[in-house]
């Protein structure tokens, strides 16, 4: 069992950056990819970034890349989202998600979700 904690939303103008964090619980986090995703109202829930149990490989997706940058700390059972050059297209409720294969951008393959955290960028 993994239980996962976002933190680290709120409100910030274009152009702005924030960090996310994905506090988990359980001895077993290093052996999970964590992926974070993002829904925005009356949206699907949409893959933004992954990485692997190691640390070692990651992939984004095309709208993020070169803007966002997720990286974990398994010593600390913590993964991160860096955002930066933020656009108010990027305003959606993002979530922390853990699975044990890598890379998967399908929701319904993640195992364990965190409750989100509300990220609003304006314009």
């Known amino acids: 069992q993994v239980q996962l904690v976002e933190s680290g939303g709120g409100l910030v103008q274009a152009g702005g950056s924030l960090r996310l964090s994905c506090a988990a619980s359980g001895r077993t986090f290093s052996s999970y990819a964590i992926g974070w995703f993002r829904q925005a109202p009356g949206k699907e829930r949409e893959f933004v970034a992954a990485v692997k149990w190691s640390g070692g490989d990651i992939y984004y997706a095309d709208s993020v890349k070169g803007r966002f940058t997720i990286s974990r700390d398994n010593a600390k059972n913590t993964a991160f989202l860096q955002m930066n050059s933020l656009k108010p297209e990027d305003t959606a409720v993002y979530y922390c998600?853990?699975?044990?294969?890598?890379?998967?951008?399908?929701?319904?393959?993640?195992?364990?979700w965190g409750q989100g955290t509300q990220v609003t960028v304006s314009s």
């Open positions: 998600a853990a699975e044990r294969s890598f890379p998967v951008v399908a929701p319904a393959e993640y195992d364990y």
